[in-house]
């Protein structure tokens, strides 16, 4: 009985984990991606208590080297497009624009900034037309059409599958 518990739970799990959903994507510093069509996307901003708060984006691992999207002083709208060069990613905020270098991948990540502190983790909920972001320290909250890169369904199976080959492996021998 305990073992149809499992096998049933473990399917239940790999179900609600292979649909690309937003609230499945990696804890901590979120990962985005225009999508495949997609080679620009919209956000709006909704202003903050702050007048010192800023949202950027930057290539994954790089947050130094970021791109200013918003600085919070009232409603604002911005279309950031993004432009392949051979086997490099661009992004900027005018269509061709190469302001931002992401490197072989258009995935990218964001993070707000107020006047001392860069915060990359923040609450995300995600809607049918996109996600909203909202940042507690700063108080900013940004629509987006862009969704989060989820965590694909066959890296949950590779490893649900090599558990229980170890466990059968373990009880035969």
Same mark, same amino acid.
């Given at each position: 009985?305990?073992? +149809?518990?499992?096998?049933?739970?473990?399917a239940l799990a790999v179900c609600y984990c292979a649909v690309g959903h937003p609230k499945n994507?990696? &804890?901590?510093?979120?990962?985005?991606?225009?999508?495949?069509?997609?080679?620009?996307?919209?956000?709006?901003?909704?202003?903050?208590?702050?007048?010192?708060?800023?949202?950027?984006?930057?290539? +994954?691992?790089?947050?130094?080297?970021?791109?200013?999207?918003?600085?919070? +002083?009232?409603?604002?709208?911005?279309?950031?497009?993004?432009?392949?060069?051979?086997?490099?990613?661009?992004a900027g905020l005018a269509a061709d624009s190469k302001a931002l270098n992401l490197g072989a991948?258009?995935?990218?990540?964001l993070y707000f900034c107020d006047s001392i502190n860069k915060y990359a983790s923040y609450d995300?909920? &995600?809607?049918?037309?996109?996600?909203?972001?909202?940042? &507690?320290?700063?108080?900013?909250?940004?629509?987006?059409?862009?969704?989060?890169?989820?965590?694909? &369904?066959?890296?949950?199976?590779?490893?649900?599958?090599?558990?229980?080959?170890?466990?059968? +492996?373990?009880?035969?021998?």
């Amino acid at each position: 009985m305990k073992k +149809r518990c499992f096998i049933v739970f473990m399917a239940l799990a790999v179900c609600y984990c292979a649909v690309g959903h937003p609230k499945n994507a990696l &804890a901590g510093v979120a990962v985005w991606s225009p999508g495949n069509n997609n080679l620009a996307f919209q956000m709006d901003l909704t202003p903050a208590r702050h007048t010192e708060c800023s949202l950027y984006m930057y290539k +994954r691992g790089d947050m130094d080297n970021g791109l200013l999207l918003f600085q919070d +002083r009232f409603f604002n709208s911005s279309t950031i497009y993004f432009t392949q060069a051979g086997d490099t990613w661009y992004a900027g905020l005018a269509a061709d624009s190469k302001a931002l270098n992401l490197g072989a991948s258009s995935a990218f990540s964001l993070y707000f900034c107020d006047s001392i502190n860069k915060y990359a983790s923040y609450d995300i909920n &995600a809607t049918r037309m996109g996600s909203i972001l909202y940042d &507690a320290n700063t108080g900013m909250r940004i629509y987006t059409s862009a969704n989060q890169v989820p965590i694909p &369904a066959s890296a949950l199976l590779l490893c649900t599958g090599l558990i229980g080959l170890i466990g059968f +492996r373990r009880r035969k021998g």
